[in-house]
C-alpha cells in the first residue's frame, strides 16, 4: 500500500476533465433508459467512462450528466453487451464538444 | 451539391470557393466523399486529390486532430514513402532513440531499456507527435493538393438510395459523390451501416487514458537521458492496468511535457469493477513515476477506444463503391510491447486511394474495380495484422500480467539485496522465489508459446 506521500497528488475525475477545453452543445447525444438499470447487475459504464459521466447515486440509482463527455463511445459498446443496452450515443453536433490539444 | 448541404456553413462553402482553384468546383458531384480527417482519411484525400479526383474530406471536430488522441508514436515509414523528408515539415515532437519495457509491481519497477544511437535521430523508425498538429498537417497536404476540407460536420449516415451507396447524409442534407472512402474512426459507425461490419463487441476494442504532464524541456531531457529532439517510449503491464490481462500503460516524451496513460480491456475493468480513471492515476503516482514527473503538473485529460482485431474477412472491408480504412476497418496492432495504429491507418489509406483512383481512370466504382483495395492490403498491411492476431492469445494469459510480472519482481529484489553473508545463487533465488507460486513447467510452456507466436 502506498504511503501517506505517495497519496498525495491524487486528482478527481472532475480536476482532470476541468482541464479539457470542452463546447457543451447540448446533452441528448446520450441517452440513457434508467429504468433499464435498474435491472443491470453489472453496469459496465460504470468503470470503462474516464469522464464518470455515469455515477450512482445514494440510492444506487445510475444517474448520467453528458458534460465532461470524452467521446469515446466504449459506454454504448459495453451497455450493449454486457450490460442491459440502456445507453442510446452518438458524438456530439459537429464542431461541438471536447478539442485535445496534446492527443 | 451544396445546394442542399445547409449544415456546410456558409463560412465553409465561402473558404471551400478561396482555396479551390475554379471556384465553381465544389458545385459539382464529388468523386469521393472522405468521412474523418485523421491519418487514414487525410491519406487517401491527398492521393486520391493528387490522382486528380475530386475530393471532399469531412471531419466533425472544429480542426482535424482535436478529437483525436493516442499513446504518441507514429512509425515514420509510410510517411516517408509518401512525402520523403517528412521530419523538415511535419510537426514531429521527438524522435524514438530510446525504448523501454517495464513490469511494475505496485512498489517495483523492472526494466528492459534499449537506447540506439546506431542511426541519425531524423532515421530512427518512429517519432512522437501531438494529434491535433500532426493531423491538421496532413489534412493541410491533402487541401494543398486539391481536396476540399470541411471541419465541425458530423457524418450522420450514408445516403442510400435503391440500395446503392450515393453518398453521406449530414444534419439531414445530403451530399452525393460517386464513392465514400469511410475514415471515421473505430466506432464505425458509417461501416456497419453500409454493412462492411457486423457490431463492434466489447472484446474488439480497448479503452485508452491518457494524462499529458507539463515539464519543461530540459526536465524532459534531463530525466529520460535524451537530448535535442531525442526522445523515448515506454510500455509498462502488471500493476499500472490493474494487473488485467491484455491492458497495460506507456509513457512518451513530447517536447516539454510527457504523456503517459493506460490502456485496458473494457470486459476486463467491468468483470472486475476496476474504473479505468483510476489506473491512469495509479500509475502516474506510482513510486517510479513520482519521481521521474516530479514538479510536473497534468495539463490535460483524454481518452479514446481503440480497435483489438480486424473483425471481418478482410476482403470485406470494401462493399460497391465503401472502402474502409484505419480505425474503422479495425486495422491495429497491439503486441503488448508496441502499438501500432497510425501507420496502418495510412497505408489503409493509400492502398484505398490506388483502388480509387484506378477505379475511376477506368470509369466506374463496382465492388471489381475497388477490390484491388484488398490486393494493395495483402501486399503489406494484412500479413503484419495476422502475425499480430496469432500472438494475441499470449496476451490473454493472465499469468504473465499477474504472476510473472511479481516472480520478476521478487527475483530481482532478492538478487540485488545484500543483507550479510550468505547471498544465494541466481538459480537458488529463482526456485525459492518460484516456490509454491509457479509451475516450472507451466512458465516454460508459457515462455515457449510466447516465443514461438511473438
Known amino acids: 500500500m502506498p504511503g501517506a506521500a505517495e497519496r498525495e497528488g491524487r486528482l478527481s475525475v472532475e480536476d482532470r476533465t476541468g482541464l479539457d477545453s470542452y463546447e457543451f452543445g447540448g446533452a441528448d447525444f446520450i441517452r440513457v433508459d434508467t429504468a433499464v438499470c435498474a435491472g443491470c447487475d453489472t453496469r459496465p459504464c460504470l468503470y470503462v467512462c474516464p469522464a464518470k459521466v455515469y455515477k450512482e447515486d445514494g440510492a444506487r440509482n445510475l444517474v448520467y450528466n453528458p458534460e465532461g463527455c470524452m467521446e469515446l463511445g466504449a459506454c454504448v459498446i459495453v451497455c450493449r453487451h454486457i450490460g442491459k443496452g440502456a445507453i442510446t450515443w452518438s458524438y456530439p453536433d459537429g464542431g461541438k464538444g471536447i478539442s485535445y490539444h496534446y492527443g | 451539391m451544396f445546394h442542399r448541404g445547409a449544415r456546410l456553413s456558409r463560412e465553409s462553402v465561402f473558404r471551400a470557393s478561396a482555396i479551390t482553384t475554379d471556384g465553381l468546383t465544389f458545385l459539382e458531384k464529388f468523386d469521393v466523399i472522405v468521412v474523418g480527417a485523421g491519418p487514414a482519411g487525410s491519406t487517401a484525400a491527398y492521393l486520391m486529390a493528387r490522382g486528380g479526383l475530386k475530393v471532399l474530406l469531412l471531419e466533425r471536430g472544429k480542426s482535424p486532430g482535436e478529437k483525436n488522441i493516442f499513446g504518441g508514436r507514429i512509425y515514420s515509414h509510410v510517411l516517408k514513402r509518401i512525402f520523403g523528408n517528412f521530419g523538415d515539415e511535419a510537426p514531429v515532437e521527438r524522435y524514438v532513440v530510446r525504448e523501454s519495457l517495464g513490469l511494475m509491481t505496485d512498489s517495483d519497477c523492472t526494466l528492459l531499456d534499449f537506447s540506439s544511437r546506431r542511426r541519425g535521430t531524423r532515421d530512427a523508425s518512429s517519432f512522437i507527435a501531438r494529434r491535433s498538429r500532426f493531423d491538421k498537417w496532413l489534412s493541410e497536404r491533402a487541401e494543398a ?62 479503452v485508452g487514458v491518457k494524462e499529458t504532464v507539463k515539464l519543461s524541456r530540459e526536465q524532459v531531457n534531463d530525466r529520460f537521458s535524451l537530448e535535442d529532439d531525442e526522445g523515448a517510449a515506454s510500455v509498462f503491464i ?50 517510479f513515476m513520482r519521481r521521474l514527473l516530479r514538479g510536473g503538473s497534468v495539463i490535460e485529460y ?17 462493399r460497391g463503391n465503401f472502402i474502409a480504412a ?46 484491388s483495395y484488398h490486393s494493395h492490403l495483402a ?35 532478492d538478487l540485488f539485496s545484500i543483507d550479510g553473508f550468505g547471498h544465494g545463487s541466481v538459480s537458488s533465488i529463482l526456485s525459492e522465489n518460484m516456490k509454491g507460486k509457479v509451475s516450472r513447467i507451466r512458465m516454460l510452456r508459457d515462455m515457449l508459446s510466447a516465443y514461438r507466436k511473438m
Open chain 2, 145 to 206: 493538393e486539391g481536396a476540399l476540407l470541411v471541419t465541425g460536420t458530423r457524418v450522420d449516415d450514408l445516403y442510400i438510395e435503391n440500395g446503392e451507396i450515393r453518398g453521406i447524409i449530414s444534419a439531414g442534407e445530403s451530399i452525393d459523390a460517386d464513392c465514400v472512402v469511410d475514415a471515421e474512426g473505430v466506432s464505425a459507425t458509417l461501416a456497419r451501416r453500409g454493412g462492411l461490419r457486423s457490431d463492434v463487441l466489447p472484446g474488439q476494442v480497448k
Open chain 2, 238 to 287: 502488471g500493476y499500472p492496468a490493474g494487473y488485467l490481462e491484455a491492458s497495460g500503460a506507456f509513457i512518451y516524451t513530447n517536447s516539454d511535457s510527457v504523456s503517459i496513460g493506460v490502456v485496458a480491456d473494457p470486459v476486463k475493468l467491468s468483470a472486475s469493477r476496476i474504473e479505468v480513471q483510476r489506473l491512469v492515476e495509479d500509475f502516474r503516482l506510482h513510486p
Open chain 2, 302 to 318: 483524454s481518452a479514446h477506444m481503440i480497435p483489438n482485431s480486424v473483425p471481418v474477412a478482410p476482403e470485406n472491408l470494401v
Open chain 2, 326 to 371: 484505419g480505425d474503422a476497418a479495425g486495422l491495429f496492432i497491439n503486441h503488448g510491447f508496441t502499438y501500432r495504429g497510425v501507420d496502418l491507418a495510412m497505408a489503409s489509406g493509400e492502398a484505398a486511394a490506388k483502388a480509387v483512383v484506378a477505379a475511376h481512370s477506368s470509369g466506374g466504382y463496382s465492388r471489381e474495380q475497388l477490390a
Open chain 2, 379 to 413: 501486399e503489406a498491411v494484412l500479413p503484419e495484422l495476422e502475425r499480430a492476431e496469432r500472438g494475441a492469445d499470449v496476451l490473454h494469459n493472465p499469468r504473465i500480467f499477474s504472476d510473472y510480472t511479481h516472480l520478476i519482481s521478487d527475483f530481482m529484489s
